[in-house]
C-alpha cells in the first residue's frame, strides 16, 4: 500500500491528468467531430422555429426543418455570391485602370533611376535597364512557377472542394436529424453516467460559441465603420466598399486587415503619397488596437474568464493549435477549470 499523497500532490495530478486529457481530445478528436458540432449548434438555432412552424401549421418537424436549414444554406450561399461578384466587379475595375497606375509607377521609377545613376556615376538608364531586366525574369520566373503549382495542386484542390462539399453536407444533413432527435439526445444525456461532464463541457460549448460570434459581430462592425470612415477621409471613393471588404476580411482566422492595409500603405509610400500611407498606417494600427483589446476583454466578459486569463489562454491556444487557438484556447482553459473545480470539490482520493 503506498503512502497516501498530500492534497497538493492530489491537486496537481488531478490538473495535470485533465489538462492532457483536454489537450489530446482538441487535438486529435474534435477535428473528426467538428461538422457534427456545427450541426449542433445549427440545430440548435434552427429548432425553435421550426417547432413554432410545426405547432402552428401541422407539417411534420423534419419538413419544417429541412426547409429553415435550406433556406439558411441559400441565404449564406446567396450572401457570398453578391460579395464575391461585388469584389469581381471591383477589381475589374483596378485591372481598367491598371495602365494608367503602371504608367505612373514606371514614371516615378524613372525619375528614381536617373537620380541613382546621377549619385553613383552611371550612364543614364544603366539602372532602368537593370530593373527592366529583373522584373523580366522575376515575371517570367513567376508564369513558370504558376504553371507547375497550378499542375502539381490540381487534384488537391479539386479533393478539398469535394471535402468541403462533403463537410457541408453533413452539417445540413444532420443539423435537420439533429432537430427531429433532440428530445432523444437529451434523454440519453440526462441518463447517462456522464451527465455531469457533457453538461460542464456543453455548457462552455454554448457560452464560447455566443461570446465569440457576439464579439466578431461587434468588432467586425466596428472596423467596417472605422475603415470606411477612414477611407472617406482620407478621400477614396470606394470607401464604404471597401470599409466593409476589409472588416469581413479582418473576421476571418489567418487574414485580417493587415492583409490590404499593409501593401496599400507600402505601395503608396512608393508612389510619393505620403499623406495617403501614413493615414492607410493609423486606420491599421487602429483596427489592430480595437481587436486586440476588445477580444480579450468582450470574450473574456462574457464568458467570465478575466482579460489577463483571457489573454493568455488565446496566446497558449495559438502556439498549441495555430490558428484554431483562438478559440480552441480560452474553451480549453474553461473546460479544464469546470472540470477542476467538478472533480476538486468531490474530494477525489489518490493513493
Known amino acids: 500500500m503506498g503512502r497516501k499523497l498530500s492534497e497538493k500532490q492530489k491537486k496537481a495530478l488531478l490538473v495535470t491528468g485533465i489538462t492532457a486529457a483536454v ?24 429548432r425553435p422555429i421550426s417547432r413554432r412552424l410545426h405547432k402552428r401549421l401541422y407539417l411534420k418537424e423534419g419538413i419544417w426543418a429541412s426547409l429553415c436549414v435550406a433556406v439558411l444554406f441559400a441565404g449564406l ?56 531586366t529583373q522584373c523580366g525574369n522575376i515575371l517570367g520566373s513567376i508564369q513558370e512557377k504558376a504553371g507547375v503549382y497550378v499542375m502539381d495542386n490540381s487534384m488537391g484542390i479539386l479533393r478539398w472542394i469535394i471535402q468541403t ?54 468588432i467586425m462592425a466596428l472596423t467596417c465603420v472605422l475603415c470606411g470612415t477612414g477611407l ?25 486587415t493587415g492583409t490590404v492595409l499593409i501593401p496599400w500603405a507600402l505601395l503608396s509610400l512608393l508612389l510619393g503619397n505620403w499623406p495617403y500611407a501614413i493615414g492607410l498606417t493609423v486606420i491599421y494600427a487602429l483596427c489592430y488596437f480595437l481587436r486586440e483589446v476588445m477580444e480579450a476583454k468582450l470574450m473574456g466578459g462574457h464568458m467570465g474568464i478575466p482579460p489577463l486569463e483571457m489573454l493568455m489562454s ?20 474553461m473546460v479544464i477549470k469546470e472540470l477542476v473545480e467538478m472533480y476538486g470539490g468531490k474530494g477525489v482520493r489518490v493513493s
Open 23 to 46: 489537450y489530446i481530445s482538441l487535438k486529435y478528436i474534435l477535428p473528426l467531430v467538428i461538422p457534427f458540432l456545427l450541426a449542433y449548434w445549427t440545430a440548435l438555432l434552427i
Open 77 to 132: 450561399l446567396a450572401g457570398l455570391y453578391f460579395l464575391g461578384k461585388l469584389l469581381v466587379e471591383e477589381l475589374a475595375l483596378a485591372a481598367r485602370r491598371l495602365p494608367v497606375y503602371m504608367k505612373y509607377l514606371w514614371g516615378w521609377l524613372d525619375q528614381l533611376c536617373c537620380r541613382c545613376d546621377d549619385t553613383l556615376g552611371f550612364a543614364r538608364g544603366t539602372s532602368m535597364e537593370f530593373l527592366y
Open 165 to 218: 462539399g462533403a463537410v457541408l453536407a453533413v452539417i445540413s444533413i444532420g443539423s435537420v436529424l439533429m432537430i427531429t432527435s433532440m428530445d432523444r439526445i437529451r434523454r440519453y444525456r440526462n441518463v447517462s453516467v456522464f451527465r455531469q461532464e457533457i453538461t460542464a463541457i456543453t455548457g462552455c460549448l454554448s457560452r464560447i460559441g455566443k461570446a465569440f460570434f457576439r464579439t466578431q459581430l461587434l
Open 232 to 256: 472617406y477621409l482620407l478621400g477614396n471613393s470606394y470607401a464604404v466598399l471597401l470599409g466593409v471588404l476589409i472588416g469581413l476580411l479582418d473576421a476571418l482566422p489567418v487574414f485580417g
Open 314 to 333: 488565446i496566446y497558449i491556444g495559438l502556439l498549441l493549435f495555430g490558428v484554431a487557438g483562438f478559440i480552441l484556447g480560452p474553451f480549453a482553459f
